[in-house]
Nanobody, 118 residues
Framework: QVQLVESGGGLVQPGGSLRLSCAAS????????MAWYRQAPGKQRELVAR???????EYPDSVKGRFTISRDNSKSMVYLQINSLKPEDTAVYYC????????????WGRGTQVTVSS
């Protein structure tokens, strides 16, 4: 069982930056690919960044260049740096873990709210 706890959300002005953190526990962190998703009110949850167990990162075109995902295996942490924030980035951001060999073994955090507003 993997526990994921997000932090770092908050209210930020347009153009600002945030770094979200996700602390993982309960399993061998290196065995998991990690990802960040977000869900805005009335919208489906969408992938914004993912990083393999080996550290390869991928992003959808919608956030490429503004979002950076990273992981620190020594601390069992994954991060999401968000720059040039826009009001449309307002959402609950969720941390997600998926076992690198068994796709049916996956976990979600409870999310952290990011609100972009002046």
């Amino acid at each position: 069982q993997v526990q994921l706890v997000e932090s770092g959300g908050g209210l930020v002005q347009p153009g600002g930056s945030l770094r979200l953190s996700c602390a993982a526990s309960g399993a061998i962190f290196e065995n998991y690919a990690m990802a960040w998703y977000r869900q805005a009110p009335g919208k489906q949850r969408e992938l914004v960044a993912r990083i393999s167990s080996g550290g390869s990162a991928e992003y959808p075109d919608s956030v490429k260049g503004r979002f950076t995902i990273s992981r620190d295996n020594s601390k069992s942490m994954v991060y999401l740096q968000i720059n040039s924030l826009k009001p449309e980035d307002t959402a609950v951001y969720y941390c997600y873990a998926r076992h690198r060999n068994y796709a049916n073994i996956n976990y979600w955090g409870r999310g952290t709210q990011v609100t972009v507003s002046s």
